[in-house]
Structure formats: structure tokens, C-alpha cells
């Protein structure tokens, strides 16, 4: 029930939908009695998304997202694991096409690789299904992130897959059980910067201990405040971040998480 609710209302939620349904709505209401309200519901559409597009809110939304977590400190010593999140291969897509096709979260797998060749030892999981409402018989990104992979030159015996996974509630629960962590052994896990505090929230209440390793930087600080001189990028940031913020929010009110904005655990 949470998936299906998280699909329909949860992607209604996010600004450019919900922005789009208001303008339909007042246009189909300038036909009506309720003209004046049509032309409000109109104009307050379009300031609204072009205030998203091109006005630094999106960078702002999504730059504390970005900076929960800083960046993984290799002086330590090496993983013994790593657990990359789906995001990054647009399965159906892939599937058309007959190979692997990156989507906007690519330097997932650029960054894995990158590990894989820095730590040959360490194992890696990859972690994720297919998000469509419907189809259990989708193509699974994993399929095609492991081919992906081994192109890549990460050799096939180190990669495992966990393909049924829909979002990352079940990315932490399902990538436990196939990487079957030992006490004592370090795990890194590989996702988008801003999507990172959902997801050490949820891997921590899975009883996965993971370290946090952000990459897909989205903005930086020198650039929180400037404006946008595309529409979409500004539209696509703001988006991305209310998306983050709305999961925060309704995975602490739901309980699977413990706490509504998960940091660095204090040493």
C-alpha cells in the first residue's frame, strides 16, 4: 500500500504536477460561473513554475539534502562490500533498445566502477527492480546494470544482484538479505548525494550498517543563489528535492524511519 500510495499521491505531490494539474484546472474553470477563480488558479500556475525554473529554489531545496553526508573517508581502510542503489539504467528503455541506458543518476555507476578498480576485493550488490506501478514482469535495472558493469571491466564473480526492489525501503531490506553482512565488515553504500539521508534512514533500520558514499552532485554552494537560464534544470531541481523531502517526511510519520532528517552518526 505505502508503494502504491507513494506513486500516485506522493507524484502528484511534487511541484511540476501539481503545478500543471492547478493550471489545467483553472483553464477548464475560465468555461465555467467559476471564471475569476479559473484566471487565479491560471496565472498563479505560471508564476509559480517559471518561480521554479528559474529562480534559485530548487538549488536551495536540494543543497541541504546534498551536504548531509560528506564525502566517504577512504583513510580507514577498504570495504569489504559496496551497495549501489538503482537510479541510474532506465530498464524499460533498456529494454527497447536492447542495452543499457543511462538515465540522470549515471555517476552511480561511474563512481562504482571507479571503487571496483579501487578495491578489487570488495564486493559489490546492486540493488534495484523496476518502479512501475504495475508489471511484475518489467525489466529489472539490475539485469542490465550487472551487464553494464562487466563491460566495464568489473568482473562478473564479484557482482550480485538484487532485482525486485521498488524504492528504498525495499532497496535496504532486500540488499541485506542477498549481501548478508558480517559483524565487523565495512559496507559502503553508492547513491545520489540528495538522496542520501533517506537512505542511510532506511538502511539503519534495516540493521544494515553502511557508510555513506554521496555522489550525482546536483549544485554546489558557490551556486545556491544564482538563477537558471533553462526552465527545465530549475524545474527538474526543485522537483528532484520535494520528492526527497515529501519521502523524509512521510517515511518519519510512517515510521520507517527514526528520525525525519538522518546525518552523520555522532562518534
Do not use: Q
Not at 173 to 200: I, N
Amino acid at each position: 500500500m505505502f508503494f502504491v500510495l507513494s506513486k500516485t499521491i506522493g507524484t502528484m505531490l511534487t511541484p511540476i504536477d501539481l503545478l500543471i494539474g492547478i493550471g489545467v484546472l483553472g483553464a477548464v474553470l475560465l468555461l465555467t460561473r467559476w471564471m475569476v477563480l479559473g484566471r487565479r488558479l491560471l496565472v498563479a500556475s505560471v508564476l509559480l513554475l517559471a518561480l521554479c525554473g528559474f529562480s534559485p529554489v530548487g538549488k536551495l531545496l536540494i543543497l541541504p539534502l546534498e551536504e548531509r553526508f560528506p564525502p566517504w573517508d577512504a583513510s580507514h581502510g577498504e570495504p569489504d562490500g559496496i551497495v549501489v542503489l538503482g537510479g541510474a539504467i532506465e530498464p524499460d528503455l533498456s529494454a527497447a533498445l536492447g542495452r543499457p541506458a543511462l538515465g540522470h543518476s549515471a555517476d552511480r555507476i561511474v563512481a562504482t566502477v571507479e571503487l571496483a578498480r579501487r578495491y578489487p576485493n570488495a564486493r559489490i550488490v546492486f540493488s534495484g527492480g523496476n518502479a512501475n506501478l504495475i508489471g511484475d514482469k518489467s525489466p529489472k535495472e539490475a539485469d542490465y546494470a550487472l551487464t553494464m558493469l562487466e563491460e566495464l571491466g568489473v568482473a562478473k564473480e564479484r557482482l550480485i544482484a538484487e532485482r525486485l526492489s521498488r524504492n528504498t525501503v525495499e532497496n535496504s531490506e532486500f540488499a541485506k538479505a542477498v549481501a548478508k553482512p558480517k559483524d565487523g565488515e565495512r559496507w559502503l553504500l553508492v547513491t545520489s548525494a540528495y538522496h542520501m539521508p533517506r537512505a542511510m534512514g532506511l538502511f539503519r533500520r534495516a540493521g544494515f550498517k553502511v557508510e555513506a558514499f554521496p555522489v550525482d552532485r546536483r549544485t554546489s554552494r558557490s551556486e545556491a543563489f544564482s538563477f537558471s537560464a533553462i526552465a527545465i534544470n530549475g524545474l527538474e531541481r526543485t522537483d528532484v528535492a520535494m520528492r526527497e523531502w515529501i519521502g523524509l517526511t512521510a517515511y518519519w510519520l510512517t515510521g520507517k524511519t527514526d528520525r525525519f532528517f538522518p546525518g552523520p552518526e555522532r562518534k
